[in-house]
């Protein structure tokens, strides 16, 4: 009876639990993909089970799926993002030529000591790269009514590389060595007869005795540090170690350099300067190697010992191997090269009409073709017309027959048919003096050819920039062949003026006319740009009338930095070496940055 009511019991439990609704399963999402996807085992057999074509199909979808996985969130970056300049990075630059004063007081005719001196000092204003002023040293200035006062505002954050300020004191110190001859700097005839004022530790002011359009211009010469500079007695200037070893304020500061077993120095070194008053400088390290010819130049960058080359004349650019790792900047220049009379040295010289001969027996463009390979542009005047003006005509057009006939007419004749003119026993000799700068020395070697062939006896004379340096300061040669350097607004005072023929002074043809002094004194002061060019119409139709020189030729600036430099584009220098005017702006690393 017992077991009959267990067994009834049982079941009816059993009958509900059955008649119950079943409890819901969870959803298990790995179990569901085993389901779709097929197992490792299944794998190995679709190859058998699909088509050719269905396998390449699949292969081509997964690639599509993969790539879009990478590039979306790639693009989206790029897209919402831009580059920028980043800091690091070193440059190796080669220099023809070896330092030998850093100093911008002494930078008298090498380009190398320029170029470091800029990169190391700061003037007042300095150059963009479109070769217009702007503020470095000060952050605004003034001019008064009467264009007789100039007030500079001094950026109050300049500090010296060894952390000292820089005032109103540096600024006034720098002027007075400018203004004093024992001192021999070039720079001299361009702040004689300016007074300073210190208004403040971050203001002056300076004073003209007479107006001078260009003054602004003067205004980027690099400042000195008084505290280092103002113990140091004249005689002993140009022989202090600072001048190897710089103390500036610009955006690179000086780490180190290395000599040869000779003592020459082979390479400089400088290094971005942290607390540099516009903004640091994104390279980390520059270095200048230096070079004695332009073959050793383009060897070494051949063998890879540096990456860019300062300047190259344009015959040796096919010598270089790897050029695409350069970006050539090819540039006008306000600059031109001549060759110079002295008639001090020449009594040959004296006689206007050998002068005209030598105008019309130059064939400039054989020059041009021959040494700058086209590169560049006939100079006719000394005001530079044909860089703003191209195919000004010439006053002395090329013409050797008319040349012969001067020379026949004043009774210049080669009786003996030596190929020498003579007159009253003498002849007709001249000598060339050049510095062993190749464009140079094939400059007066084709010149020697030309005046040759009008019946003249032709003696070269190459020397080395050191020599041609102290020939220049004596005045001793009879004819040179160099160069001169002007501005963008261009003052021929310093080259012209009767006052400058004697060092330091640019007056390289001793050239003395009253008329022109006049004009170029009173050109100075005139502010009136338009005003100023018919003035120096009228210096250049009376120098051009007595012939001091043989304007030559304006070379085009060609500048070689690495394809790696980025930030440096150039439109307009006023010289080689302002290509350093924004370096802090250069630079070589990048970042992503938000648009």
């Known amino acids: 009876m017992d077991n009959q009511i267990d067994e009834f019991y049982n079941s009816s439990i059993n009958k509900k639990k059955s008649s119950s609704p079943r409890s819901p399963k969870r959803f298990n999402f790995l179990s569901w993909l085993k389901k779709i996807f097929p197992s490792k085992k299944q794998l190995r057999f679709l190859p058998h089970v699909l088509s050719k074509r269905e396998r390449y199909g699949i292969l081509t979808f997964c690639i599509i799926i993969f790539g879009l996985l990478i590039y979306l969130p790639i693009g989206a970056f790029y897209s919402s993002t831009q580059p920028a300049p980043d800091f690091g990075g070193s440059y190796t630059e080669g220099l023809l030529g070896e330092p030998k004063y850093i100093n911008p007081l002494l930078v008298q005719a090498n380009d190398t000591d320029r170029d470091i001196s800029s990169i190391i ?177 383009v060897s070494a960058y051949n063998r890879n010992l540096i990456e860019g080359i300062g300047f190259l004349s344009n015959k040796q650019l096919d010598s270089l191997k790897f050029s695409q790792r350069l970006s050539p900047k090819q540039t006008r220049l306000p600059r031109y090269f001549a060759a110079f009379f002295n008639p001090n040295q020449s009594a040959l010289l004296i006689d206007k009409n050998i002068r ?20 560049g542009l006939a100079i006719n005047s000394p005001i530079l017309k044909e860089l703003f003006v191209p195919d000004t005509p010439a006053k002395y057009a090329y013409d050797p027959a008319f040349a012969k006939q001067i020379l026949e007419n004043s009774g210049w004749k080669d009786e003996d048919g030596d190929g020498i003119r003579e007159k009253n026993k003498n002849l007709l000799t001249i000598s060339i003096k050049t510095s062993n700068w190749p464009e140079l020395s094939q400059t007066a070697e084709i010149l020697k050819e030309q005046w040759t062939s009008l019946g003249f006896g032709v003696e070269l004379q190459i020397e080395s920039l050191t020599e041609i340096q102290q020939s220049i300061k004596d005045r001793n040669y009879e004819v040179l062949v160099f160069g001169e350097v002007l501005n963008l607004d261009p003052d021929p005072y310093s080259f012209w003026h009767s006052s400058q023929k004697k060092d330091p002074g640019l007056n390289l043809a001793l050239y003395d006319n009253q008329n022109a002094d ?62 350093f005017d924004n370096i802090n702006e250069w630079y070589i690393s990048t970042k992503r940055i938000k648009k």
């Not at 217009?132 to 040293?137: A, P, T």
């Not at 060894?162 to 720079?187: C, E, R, W």
């Not at 003035?535 to 030559?552: A, N």
């Open 121 to 297: 000092y700061s003037g007042l204003m300095k150059h963009d790269e479109a070769g217009k002023l702007v503020y470095d040293l000060a952050e605004s200035y003034e001019v008064s009514s009467d264009g007789l006062e100039y007030t500079f505002v001094l950026n109050k954050n300049v500090q010296w590389h060894d952390g000292a300020p820089l005032t109103t004191d540096d600024v006034i110190f720098t002027i007075k060595i400018l203004q004093n001859s024992d001192y021999g700097s070039i720079q001299r005839i361009n702040w004689q007869g300016i007074d300073t004022e210190k208004v403040s530790d971050h203001i002056l002011k300076l004073k003209l005795k007479n107006k001078y359009a260009q003054f602004l211009n003067n205004a980027t010469l690099g400042i000195l540090p008084k505290h280092l500079w103002e113990n140091i007695k004249p005689s002993n200037f140009a022989l202090s170690d600072l001048n190897l070893h710089p103390i500036g304020s610009g955006p690179y500061k000086f780490k180190r350099l290395i000599k040869d077993d000779a003592g020459l120095i082979k390479s400089y070194e400088l290094e971005s300067y942290e607390n540099y008053h516009q903004s640091k400088p994104f390279i980390d390290k520059i270095t200048f190697k230096f070079f004695d010819s332009e073959d050793d130049l």
């Open 518 to 579: 006049k004009i170029l004194e009173e050109s100075r002061q005139i502010l009136d740009p338009i005003e100023r060019d018919k003035k120096y119409q009228d210096f250049e139709k009376i120098l051009l009338e007595d012939t001091p020189t043989v304007f030559l030729y304006s070379p085009y600036y060609v500048y070689l930095p690495s394809k790696k430099i980025k930030g440096n584009d150039l439109e307009v220098l006023p010289t080689p070496s302002s290509r």
């Open 356 to 375: 005209l001969v030598l105008n019309y027996g130059t064939n400039k463009q054989e020059l041009i073709d021959r040494i700058l390979n086209g590169q």
